[in-house]
């Protein structure tokens, strides 16, 4: 029986039986190689195996090295865009390395499905549950990291809090963070910015102070540092250069300072207004960068720029002329020129331009005419145009009113053209040198295809190139051949012998007169087959040639050395067969042999059962032979002394040598002593 394969990691299973004396073989490489590598193998994704940025991985029965059983994929291809690499739809766990060169993640699924997408240069453990790829863990009961997480891994890069600091992160409370802090001043809750409350602050010595609107009774305040919109109300004493401005003062209307004042408060445009007695216009105080002037009188300036002006009024206020350059005529009154047929009249703006001569206006044709007709020359009668139910050949066309379907048009020099017909179905348009005709087309050459390496369906005129080191694989002919259809199989990398290549005709077609559907096994290596379909009685013909990589062809004569076959079938004689060397096994005892690879030293062969031999003992020199009875073997007895005679010693006893009676016993006496001994 041929082996079959595990579902998931592909591992060979031998049959009871199968396999003698080469089963070794086939376990060292379920264990050396296939369940290694599933279980500690990396494999490396390349290049080579991407096409368009996406990498299909298959695993077939074989317990050969697969991509798709590596435990570990390390992706080293170059990606030119986000990449994908469908794996089989079998559980397996996969630990991801993606080290593409091009910065772009990679997504691992299972073809037509979702699975996980790894960004680049990170590394992912993954489980492939036979439907798609998903993450292989999502819950630790325990985590022990050996260094803070970081920030940008979702921690904070802290290995240690300090006290109160996981209080105030699960309740960030004024309180909490004051018992956080170990540097604060003061108490209560915490200050923002923008309006705070202050209860008893003690300011020290702000850089600035803005008292708006600081109410109550203050002293000591020095007058340098009073800013402006102080609402002071009550009366204010200065005296001289005094440094202290009593408070309660009540300030209206225009101020004037005399000594150490240098601040009057803030003013509004309409302060200044307020106070100015000889300004002209109304509205915001005006400085010299960006001002915006609403509707002002500029009067005559000496120097102005109106690069930005729009709304500039053309009709009124405007000298000068617009040069052609700036889009102007550059004179106060152009006009159009007459030229050749061509005249003007009128006054600008308001010209006329109209044509004069021949040569122009509408085209008279004939008196009547037909719809679709064409127009041409008639030098004949005089008239510019005429009506044309054709066109001439002279003129570029066929001289012809109609066209018959379907045909193809061939030149013919000044006369008529010249038509082919499709004629029948699959025809080609084929020069025979001198003109073209409808014909059948010639028979294709052999197109070889990529090395295959996987089932594949051959098509007419495929040449497959194919190479069954990662495993055995079929190729299919084609499903409804024509009587002369081709296919070639050729084993490019001298495989067969070891991983047999197999050629199915489809369930109702013959391979060289065989049974419908019977597959043929090519399992000689580097040989190229050729297949002609011949018709549904024969089927496909079988011829094969030997490669230049290695096997020969089996020949009637001259000496040639076989390897994984098998010759079976009572018609196969073998002859002068040398069994001094090359051969191994034991010849049975059903075959003509013994069954045995060895015996002992002086003993002898003896049936234990009707098919079975063994060796007896060794069997003393000049010992009597002693029958074992079935299922036993052969002994002896030892030599005995000189004169003593063998004596039997009753039933179920071997008998032994023993010395005669006293002396004077006859020959007949000792005959039935050793009866009586019986």
């Known amino acids: 029986m041929p082996s079959t394969y595990s579902t998931n990691l592909k591992i060979e299973l031998i049959p009871t039986g199968a396999q003698s004396g080469v089963w070794g073989v086939t376990t060292n490489s379920n264990l050396g190689t296939a369940m290694e590598q599933a279980i500690v193998g990396t494999a490396t994704c390349v290049s080579a195996d991407f096409t368009t940025n996406v990498a299909t991985y298959t695993l077939i029965d074989s317990n050969a ?3 798709a059983r590596a435990f570990c994929l390390n992706i080293t291809a170059t990606l030119t865009a986000a990449g994908t690499i469908n794996v089989p739809a079998l559980q397996k766990p996969y630990l991801i390395f993606n080290n593409s060169v091009g910065g772009f993640a990679v997504t691992v699924k299972v073809s037509g499905q979702t699975g996980v997408s790894i960004p680049n240069g990170k590394k992912a453990w993954l489980y492939n549950n036979g439907t798609d790829v ?71 010595t ?25 609402n002071l109300t009550g009366g204010v004493t200065s005296v001289g250069n005094a440094a202290t401005v009593v408070t309660n003062a009540n300030l209206t209307g225009a101020v004037t300072s005399v000594g150490n004042a240098t601040s009057l408060g803030s003013f509004s445009s309409a302060n200044l207004l307020g106070a100015l007695t000889d300004e002209t216009g109304t509205g915001l105080a005006v400085f010299a960068t960006s001002p915006t002037l609403v509707t002002p009188n500029l009067g005559v300036p000496s120097f102005v720029t109106l690069t930005s002006a729009t709304g500039l009024p053309l009709t009124t206020g405007v000298t000068g002329l617009l040069p052609v350059a700036n889009g102007g005529t550059a004179t106060s009154t152009p006009s159009i020129v007459a030229g050749a047929n061509v005249t003007v009249s009128g006054t600008w703006p308001n010209q006329t331009i109209a044509a004069v001569g021949t040569g122009f206006g509408d085209v008279v044709g004939p008196a009547s005419s037909t719809n679709n007709n064409l127009a041409a020359f008639d030098g004949t009668t005089g008239k510019l145009l005429k009506e044309a139910a054709t066109v001439t050949i002279g003129q570029g066309g066929t001289g012809l009113s109609t066209l018959t379907a379907n045909n193809v048009i061939l030149g013919n020099g000044t006369s008529s053209p010249l038509f082919v017909a499709p004629s029948t179905a699959g025809n080609v348009l084929t020069s025979n040198g001198t003109t073209w005709a409808s014909s059948l087309p010639a028979a294709g050459g052999i197109v070889y295809t990529s090395v295959k390496t996987a089932n594949y369906t051959a098509a007419n005129n495929d040449g497959v190139l194919t190479n069954t080191t990662g495993g055995a694989f079929t190729v299919t002919l084609p499903t409804s051949p024509a009587v002369g259809n081709i296919v070639i199989v050729v084993d490019s990398f001298s495989q067969w012998g070891t991983n047999n290549l197999t050629i199915d005709p ?10 419908a559907g019977d597959t043929l096994t090519c399992d000689i290596s580097g040989i190229t087959v050729t297949l002609v379909y011949t018709g549904a009685t024969y089927g496909w013909n079988v011829s094969a040639q030997i490669g230049g990589n290695s096997g020969t062809v089996v020949t009637l004569n001259g000496v040639q050395t076989l390897t994984n076959k098998t010759i079976s079938g009572a018609s196969n ?15 049975p005892v ?57 004596t039997s010693n009753g039933s179920g006893v071997a008998p032994t040598f023993q010395a005669l009676p006293a002396s004077g016993v006859s020959a007949i006496e000792l005959f039935y002593y050793a009866n009586a001994n019986a």
């Open 134 to 204: 998903g993450v292989a863990f999502d819950y630790a009961p325990s985590l022990v990291l050996g260094t803070p997480l970081l920030p940008a891994s979702g921690g904070t890069g802290v290995g240690s809090l300090g006290t109160g600091v996981a209080t105030w992160l699960q309740t960030p409370s004024s309180a909490n963070l004051a018992a956080a802090v170990t540097d604060e001043t003061g108490s209560g809750a915490l200050v923002f910015a923008n309006s705070p409350t202050l209860v008893t602050p003690s300011l020290g």
């Open 506 to 515: 489809t369930a109702s077609i013959k391979i060289a007169n065989n049974t």
């Open 65 to 67: 090295a697969q991509t």
């Open 590 to 646: 059903v075959n003509g042999g013994t069954g045995l690879t060895a015996g002992t030293s002086g003993g002898v062969l003896a049936y234990t059962a009707s098919g079975t031999l063994a060796s007896s003992g060794v069997l003393a020199q000049y010992g009597v032979v002693l029958g074992g009875g079935a299922g036993a073997v052969p002994t002896s007895t030892a030599v005995g002394t000189a004169t003593h005679v063998l």
């Open 573 to 587: 004689t073998l002859t002068n067969i040398s069994l001094t060397t090359a051969v191994t096994g034991t010849l």
């Open 206 to 230: 702000p850089s600035v102070l803005i008292g708006t609107n600081i109410t109550g009774t203050a002293t000591n305040f020095t007058a340098s540092n009073v800013t402006t919109n102080a």
